[in-house]
């Protein structure tokens, strides 16, 4: 299993992002528009970690792992089966993959396609 993108949802932007970079010696680029203006990290392994602001009042903070999957569709439909729920169908972000997201037990996590 591996995560291609963390997605980190928080109320200070520049705080978290120098946060993790001091922690961390990382650095974080500038807002991506197609990622919901999330900062990015991208580590030696190509994975990403953005950090953004909730993108509705309706969003609230949250660290969500988006794990790397061969084929999206077959794995939302596994994820179904299996008794999670998508909040968020596949879709395709130009440049960075397809991703979905879903509920199970309580927790949101994402699937990413590459």
Partial sequence: MNIQ??????ENVDAACDAYATAFGTNFGEPVEVLG???L??????????VRAA????ETPIVRPYW?????????????????EIIHPP???VGYGTFAIYIQGGVQNGLWQL
């Fill in 68 to 84: 790397l999957v061969d084929n999206i569709e077959s794995s939302v439909e596994l994820i179904v089966a299996a008794g999670g």
């Fill in 37 to 39: 203006n999330a900062r």
């Fill in 41 to 50: 990290a991208i580590r030696p392994d190509g994975s990403m970690i953005g």
């Fill in 91 to 93: 879709l395709e972000l």
């Fill in 5 to 10: 993108y963390l997605e980190i949802v928080t």
């Fill in 55 to 58: 993108m509705s009042g309706a």
